[in-house]
């Protein structure tokens, strides 16, 4: 997963069956996931974690995300993200945003 050609290092990203209650992966460094989804077409969001520095402690004042996504991106009503999983698939979709 990458937005404007750089990995997004930490966060999730959901998959949406319908109605259904999202799966959830957590982005590894380098923006790589592992989800097991069953085959079906999916809407797609993205929420993007915050890396602390080295030191950080409760209390200190929370740094801001290193990367900021447009808001469709974090909202499953307004995403333009979408996944088709096939039967036989075993590869991460990966998308670039």
Do not use: C, H
């Amino acid at each position: 997963m990458s937005y404007q050609d750089q990995p997004i290092n930490s966060g999730a990203i959901a998959f949406y069956p319908g109605e259904s209650r999202p799966i959830q992966a957590k982005l590894n460094p380098g923006g790589g996931y592992s989800a097991e989804l069953p085959p079906g077409d999916y809407k797609v969001t993205v929420i993007v974690g915050i890396d602390l520095p080295e030191g950080w402690k409760e209390g200190d004042p929370t740094p801001p995300p290193a990367v900021r996504l447009p808001p469709q991106f974090t909202s499953r009503l307004r995403t333009p993200l979408t996944a088709t999983v096939a039967p036989d698939q075993s590869e991460p979709i990966d998308f670039k945003l």
